[in-house]
């Protein structure tokens, strides 16, 4: 009889074609994952996977498990989700996924309000920028910015947010600074990106060299650092005491925020309480999120 975890261990490989890859995604070393496959392939009688230097490729034996594989885990998420949708208790464990920026800049009082009204709940937060399978039970909620409605799984249940706003933003000493005659401000990019256009229309120029960082967090201390300017959302700069809007820089929407859930999953009492609490904050923020606050330039 065919074990389901062997299945499991099969798609992993099959997905990331290598074992490194699957033992990082299943979260195990990589001799468990060849010892699982080597087990599969003894059951079934056939090798799923030819080894070549670039890892491994699926063999055509291994291309009809692999259709026949991925009906039973659709089956068995279904089966999980279904089962887990009768579960009313307030107990358990709750994974809510978000961008690091919103849990670090925005949300993180709320999940701890949230966790001190429900200590019964054990709440696991992915603060990350890879986008969690709610569909593979990956994370129970998602809290993401979305530009586009239609590109929204159809298969997801969503609750609209807010939108969601950015602005051109610099330290109010630098500010000072360039006013006084200072060297010219230089512009803080993440690596993948670019300096959008319009953040270009504002009073204060920058100089063509950017000063570049890895990730969202190290471009707010950067900022705030006096390194330059950038364009950070509105809920961080009006947040920012040492922070202030540009001059003549005008704000840019960035996208909505929706609350998302799964199937029969958004059932359990458990991810009710929190989308409830969730978009009652959320909606609160909306002049945070917006730029529509008191901290203006020169405020």
Not at 115 to 123: M, N, Q, S, V, Y
């Amino acid at each position: 009889m065919i074990d389901w975890d062997d299945i499991r261990y099969f798609l992993a490989v099959a997905r990331g074609g290598s074992l490194r890859a699957a033992a990082e995604a299943l979260g195990v070393n990589h001799s468990t994952v060849l010892r699982r496959v080597a087990q599969l392939e003894a059951r079934l009688g056939a090798q799923m996977f030819e080894k070549l230097p670039s890892g491994y490729r699926v063999t055509p034996a291994g291309e009809e498990v692999r259709e026949l594989a991925e009906q039973m885990e659709v089956s068995s998420h279904q089966l999980e989700t279904r089962v887990l949708g009768r579960d009313q208790s307030v107990r358990g464990l709750l994974r809510v996924t978000l961008a690091p920026t919103l849990a670090t800049h925005l949300l993180m009082p709320d999940f701890a309000e949230f966790a001190r009204l429900h200590p019964d709940i054990e709440i696991e937060i992915l603060s990350s920028g890879e986008l969690a399978n709610l569909t593979n039970r990956e994370a129970d909620v998602a809290i993401r910015v979305v530009y586009d409605r239609k590109t929204l799984p159809f298969n997801l249940h969503g609750l609209k947010g807010p939108d969601v706003f950015g602005g051109v933003y610099m330290s109010r000493d630098r500010l000072a600074a360039w006013h006084a005659g200072s060297p010219p401000i230089r512009w803080i990019v993440i690596s993948s990106h670019g300096i959008p256009d319009w953040a270009s229309e504002g009073e204060v120029r920058t100089v063509e060299a950017p000063i570049r960082v890895t990730d969202a967090e190290a471009q707010i201390v950067a900022v705030r650092q006096g390194l330059g300017m950038t364009t950070v959302p509105c809920f961080v700069g009006e947040a920012d005491p040492l922070l202030v809007r540009v001059p003549g820089t005008d704000l840019h929407m960035y996208g909505t925020l929706w609350l998302l859930t799964h199937g029969e999953t958004r059932k359990t009492k458990r991810v009710q309480l929190f989308t409830e609490f969730a978009s009652r904050r959320l909606a609160a923020y909306a002049p945070l999120l917006a730029g529509r606050t008191k901290k203006l330039l020169g405020a």
